[in-house]
């Protein structure tokens, strides 16, 4: 754990390292998630192990830092992100003797993503009205609790990278849609060893900046 402190203690650091004509403004944030678990092994003998997407939510705050006249700024936020995804256990003798059906697992974790974005500000007057965006960088993700299904063990940090894009309507709404991968395993099986997953997270966003 004072690993984990001292990395969002350090990506904090880096994203307020930025010039002091910088400008910086604060927003709030609402997402739909939808995530699938990726799994170090693809099959179990013959029968394959499914993960479905299943939808989430993310809501919370982000604090952009804009350089003027280059485009170039960075993010952070600080968000409250439930995911999860459902799985056919009950298919496998490991699992169904105990019980175990098709079970929906719900991670929900405190979010940290800090990305370095640049957005399109030199477009004659458009970018008044319109302006695109891209961005990318990790996240840190803290589990808070999940629904702890006893097939499981849950891992309590999930370093992620995302990346996206998206537009800024208006200068204060921003819709934008992204990937996250997992990097570090988001948990695993009980019973079999070396059965890990990794969370993978499409996100469509909308944040409005005050």
Same mark, same amino acid.
Request: glycine share 10%; net charge positive; aromatic share 14%.
């Given at each position: 754990?004072?690993?984990?402190?001292?990395?969002?203690?350090?990506?904090?650091?880096?994203?307020?390292?930025?010039?002091?004509?910088?400008?910086?403004?604060?927003?709030?944030t609402a997402s739909a998630n939808f995530?699938?678990?990726?799994?170090?092994?693809?099959?179990?003998?013959?029968?394959?192990?499914?993960s479905e997407v299943s939808a989430g939510?993310?809501?919370?705050?982000?604090?952009?830092?804009?350089?003027?006249?280059?485009?170039?700024?960075?993010?952070?936020?600080?968000?409250? $992100?439930?995911?999860?995804? *459902?799985?056919? #256990?009950?298919? %496998? !003798?490991?699992? +169904?003797?105990?019980?175990?059906?098709?079970?929906?697992?719900?991670?929900?974790?405190?979010?940290?993503?800090?990305?370095?974005?640049?957005?399109?500000s030199n477009l004659n007057g458009f970018?008044?009205?319109?302006?695109?965006?891209?961005?990318?960088?990790?996240?840190?993700?803290?589990?808070?609790?999940?629904?702890?299904?006893?097939?499981?063990?849950?891992?309590?940090?999930?370093?992620?990278?995302?990346?996206?894009?998206?537009?800024?309507?208006?200068?204060?709404?921003?819709?934008?849609?992204?990937?996250?991968?997992?990097? $570090?395993?988001?948990?695993? *099986?009980?019973? #079999?060893?070396? %059965? !890990?997953?990794? +969370?993978?997270?499409?996100?469509?966003?909308?944040?409005?900046?005050?």
């Open positions: 754990m004072k690993k984990v402190i001292f990395g969002v203690f350090t990506l904090l650091m880096l994203a307020l390292s930025v010039p002091a004509n910088a400008q910086m403004r604060w927003g709030a995530t699938d678990l990726k799994w170090s092994q693809n099959s179990l003998r013959t029968t394959k192990f499914n939510y993310s809501a919370g705050i982000i604090g952009e830092y804009s350089i003027p006249g280059i485009g170039f700024g960075i993010d952070l936020g600080l968000q409250y $992100t439930q995911r999860g995804a *459902t799985m056919n #256990l009950g298919d %496998f !003798k490991v699992w +169904n003797s105990d019980g175990f059906g098709n079970e929906r697992v719900y991670l929900h974790y405190l979010e940290i993503p800090i990305h370095l974005r640049f957005k399109y970018e008044r009205k319109l302006a695109p965006l891209v961005f990318a960088g990790p996240s840190v993700s803290i589990l808070l609790t999940s629904n702890k299904i006893a097939a499981f063990e849950t891992h309590p940090v999930d370093f992620g990278l995302e990346v996206g894009g998206g537009a800024e309507i208006l200068r204060n709404t921003q819709l934008t849609l992204s990937y996250n991968w997992g990097v $570090t395993e988001a948990l695993r *099986t009980v019973k #079999l060893d070396n %059965f !890990k997953a990794n +969370n993978r997270t499409w996100k469509v966003s909308i944040c409005y900046f005050f």
